[in-house]
């Protein structure tokens, strides 16, 4: 799995981060997603998949 984010696409909703936490922060300045792992673990892939389905402004792209 590879992850990969339009930071200027992402409005700060913060889902991305309550799903994968391991893989996404936030900006402290504007709350813009950070990738934090673009190949997150199998054992990570679910949590990742349902961060790119609840995050609003569809900012989170995976290729499998």
Same mark, same amino acid.
């Given at each position: 799995?590879? @992850?990969?984010? *339009? %930071?200027?696409? !992402?409005?700060? =909703?913060? &889902? !991305? @981060?309550?799903?994968?936490? $391991?893989?996404? $922060? %936030?900006? $402290?300045? $504007?709350?813009?997603? @950070?990738?934090?792992? *673009?190949?997150?673990? +199998? *054992? %990570?892939? #679910? =949590?990742?998949? #349902?961060?790119?389905?609840? !995050?609003?402004?569809? +900012?989170? &792209?995976? *290729? #499998?």
């Amino acid at each position: 799995m590879k @992850v990969t984010v *339009e %930071q200027g696409k !992402c409005v700060g =909703s913060g &889902q !991305c @981060v309550l799903h994968a936490g $391991d893989v996404f $922060d %936030q900006r $402290d300045n $504007d709350g813009v997603v @950070v990738l934090l792992n *673009e190949n997150p673990p +199998a *054992e %990570q892939a #679910e =949590s990742v998949r #349902e961060a790119a389905t609840f !995050c609003p402004a569809m +900012a989170i &792209q995976i *290729e #499998e």
